[in-house]
């Protein structure tokens, strides 16, 4: 539960790279998260080459702070795959979180930069990484060890729970 509480979008790193184990550690984790009818859509680019970095950081308006992140994660899905294609963006945002719990937990910080449904944004990836046909980008999540890990955040609000049939 603390990294729950405890990840924060984080956008400035130091240039110190992430391990491969502590990638795979990261990617373990993602593809642990639930998919509905166990539809495994994803696929994972681990991008370190500052070149495709720095392009990918260009693909978005918010994506900028990719260029100086050690490593950026590209995680994609496989276009109208598995039994519940219609629950993709689903899928993908539970194993983004995953993801991004992981590495919160491996002392790495990570910020979600959204790059579906936007289909410009979308067009943009594809082309930087030379996806093959049928798989789409989902986001790109940098991934590093924080420069400075701002506070912790109380996000509960008991204003937002609705009771039905129980006391309060």
């Not at 919160?104 to 959204?114: H, M, N, P, R």
Request: charged share 20%; glycine share 6%.
């Amino acid at each position: 539960m603390n990294s729950i509480f405890h990840r924060r979008s984080i956008r400035q790193f130091t240039p110190e790279v992430p391990d491969n184990g502590q990638i795979e550690q990261i990617l373990k984790a993602a593809m642990a998260a639930p998919t509905a009818c166990d539809d495994r859509q994803y696929q994972f680019y681990v991008v370190l080459d500052p070149e495709i970095r720095q392009a990918l950081a260009q693909t978005s308006p918010y994506a900028r702070c990719a260029a100086a992140a050690p490593a950026v994660i590209v995680p994609c899905f496989e276009d109208g795959a598995g039994y519940a294609p219609e629950y993709i963006p689903v899928n993908m945002g539970i194993v983004c979180e995953n993801l991004m719990l992981e590495a919160d937990d491996l002392g790495l910080g990570t910020v979600f930069l959204g790059i579906y449904p936007e289909q410009d944004r979308m067009a943009a990836v594809r082309k930087v990484l030379q996806l093959p046909e049928g798989l789409t980008p989902f986001a790109l999540i940098p991934v590093g060890h924080p420069a400075a890990v701002p506070a912790d955040k109380d996000k509960f609000d008991p204003d937002r729970i609705h009771w039905i049939g129980r006391q309060k």
